[in-house]
């Protein structure tokens, strides 16, 4: 879809880009060709889009699956999907904002697509990007894998190694393995954002597999993350739980600097850490 096909579309359906929600549309065909690659799609596979707009990534997708069940929360763009529907018995709309999906409503798609597993292909608006990632690593029916379109910035952040953790990259690394595929500069996109993007893979989606249990892990990262300012000591001493006595002496054990902050923390700290304090 290039620019002139996507403003006729935006016209023909009265429709204004919302930077709010992040409605940047993709003019250029080799981003969603190489997404399309990343992804390897089979005929089987059951697809969910996030954000269908005005069809470019869904019209891919359909060639190449027989179930697409692609969320959308712009009712402007009925009209267009559900003409796409109309001709295209393996595509779904689902009208309904994907941070409110339950694992009950996942697990009622796989079950009225007769699908066991799926895989998430989307481009994501930079708004819900880390939201929407977390949701499906942490959700109890997690994708097989999720070829996304997202922020370069952030992008970088999941994939590239030693740099700073965020609970979104420390989300990722702990549950999957991820690659940064290609940058995309932002003149692909009308509106053009201020921003290039970046095509990323998560694969190798996996449950929770650590000896510590993963609620009171989340529960210590979640607190060792509330204050970024603030060292990871200090922000752990608010549980009620810990004492100084008994954090100096994991600090110790796993040689870790009592100025350290949550971000500087590696996976393996962080599993280190935690299975120490439960164990003592």
């Given at each position: ?9 935006l ?28 992804a ?14 005005l069809?470019?990534l ?25 003409n ?18 339950s ?6 798609i796989?079950?009225k697509?007769?699908?066991s ?20 690593i942490?959700?109890?029916h ?7 379109m997202?922020?370069?910035e952030?992008?970088e952040r999941?994939?590239v190694k ?9 989300s990722?690394a ?28 998560i ?5 929770w597999?650590?000896?510590i249990?993963e609620?009171?892990?989340?529960q ?16 752990l ?25 949550a ?5 393996s ?12």
């Amino acid at each position: 879809m290039n620019l002139s096909e996507v403003k006729f579309l935006l016209k023909k359906y009265h429709f204004s880009p919302n930077k709010i929600r992040g409605q940047n549309f993709l003019i250029s065909d080799d981003p969603l060709q190489e997404m399309i690659k990343t992804a390897n799609i089979k005929k089987e596979d059951l697809i969910l889009e996030v954000g269908a707009g005005l069809g470019a990534l869904t019209t891919e997708l359909i060639k190449r699956s027989q179930k697409v069940v692609a969320f959308e929360v712009e009712k402007n763009f009925r009209p267009l999907l559900q003409n796409l529907t109309q001709v295209n018995h393996n595509l779904r709309i689902v009208w309904q904002n994907i941070l409110s999906l339950s694992d009950q409503q996942l697990k009622d798609i796989l079950i009225k697509e007769k699908a066991s597993v799926y895989k998430i292909v989307a481009n994501i608006p930079y708004y819900l990007t880390a939201k929407f990632i977390r949701q499906f690593i942490l959700t109890r029916h997690k994708p097989q894998s999720m070829t996304l379109m997202v922020q370069k910035e952030v992008a970088e952040r999941i994939t590239v190694k030693n740099k700073k953790h965020s609970l979104l990259s420390l989300s990722v690394a702990l549950y999957a393995q991820s690659k940064l595929v290609r940058i995309i500069a932002k003149d692909n996109f009308y509106p053009s954002p201020k921003v290039d993007s970046a095509i990323i893979y998560i694969y190798d989606i996996h449950s929770w597999n650590y000896s510590i249990e993963e609620r009171k892990f989340w529960q210590l990262v979640h607190r060792g993350f509330a204050s970024k300012r603030k060292k990871l000591f200090n922000n752990l001493l608010t549980d009620q739980d810990l004492t100084k006595e008994k954090l100096n002496l994991a600090f110790a054990k796993i040689n870790l600097d009592k100025n350290i902050r949550a971000e500087d923390l590696t996976v393996s700290n962080w599993l280190q850490l935690i299975y120490y304090l439960e164990r003592h």
